[in-house]
């Protein structure tokens, strides 16, 4: 139980395009998802948090135009990566939580690559 | 301030060894605790959990760790390791201030020796 997958796994794009990064629980509903942005032999920084039909919630620093989430249902979750450059190349995680619950499960991840 | 520490960024251990990881956290009520697990190019795997009662819990692969409140410590352990087990392992702490979002440790990375 509590899966979570993450669409592609990896992605090349192009400076100036966007990209949208789709996350599912593929078991359960989550009421709550998080993405996630780690850089290599680092730790996970959170960008934002998202209710299910709410307005996402973005750390200090991350760019709620550039990194656009969507919560639509409870079981997905996207994150659209707009006007990317170079510097927004990095692994993306996803990860959800269910009702009353205090545990995360995560995605495997989304490397993007900027060219 | 919430913060999670976990002092050793890199451990070697051949396998066949016992392993201890550590992790402290602070903040002064008691919060709840997880490990997980992350290899090469993956998510988070969750290891195990630590809410209340028992303060030796019991995960997956073969995994423990102990709560110790008077160390503000909840250190994983395994009494002997697999190669497969080389991967990063990260503590994480959710504080019950609302929010409940995961406070995560910096990492320890594991590499195990034949």
């Known amino acids: 139980g509590a899966v979570v997958s993450q669409h592609p796994s990896w992605v090349i794009c192009k400076s100036g395009t966007s990209v949208k990064i789709e996350c599912r629980s593929l078991?359960?509903?989550?009421?709550?998802m998080f993405w996630y942005r780690q850089f290599p032999k680092q730790s996970l920084m959170l960008m934002a948090t998202?209710?299910?039909?709410?307005?996402?919630?973005?750390e200090q620093g991350v760019e709620k135009d550039k990194f656009l989430i969507n919560h639509a249902s409870l079981t997905l979750s996207t994150l659209t990566v707009t006007s990317a450059h170079p510097e927004d190349s990095s692994f993306y995680i996803c990860?959800?939580?269910?009702?009353?619950?205090?545990?995360?499960?995560f995605g495997p991840g989304t490397r993007l690559t900027v060219t | 301030a919430q913060s999670v520490t976990q002092p050793d960024i890199h451990i070697t251990v051949s396998e066949g060894a016992s392993l201890e990881l550590r992790c402290n956290y602070s903040?002064?009520?008691?919060?709840?605790l997880f490990w997980y697990v992350q290899s090469p190019g993956q998510g988070l795997q969750l290891l195990l959990k630590?809410?209340?009662?028992?303060?030796l819990v019991q995960g997956i692969k073969g995994f423990e760790a102990e709560f110790k409140r008077s160390q503000s410590s909840f250190n994983l352990r395994k009494p002997s390791v697999h190669w497969s087990d080389a991967a990063e392992y990260f503590c994480?702490?959710?504080?019950?201030?609302?929010?409940?979002?995961?406070?995560f440790g910096t990492g320890t990375r594991l590499t195990v020796i034949p």
């Open positions: 990860s959800a939580r269910g009702r009353g619950a205090y545990e995360q499960y």
């Open positions: 078991d359960f509903q989550a009421t709550t």
């Open positions: 998202s209710n299910e039909g709410s307005k996402a919630t973005y």
């Open positions: 903040y002064g009520a008691t919060p709840y």
């Open positions: 630590y809410f209340s009662g028992d303060t």
């Open positions: 994480a702490v959710v504080y019950q201030t609302g929010a409940n979002n995961l406070f």
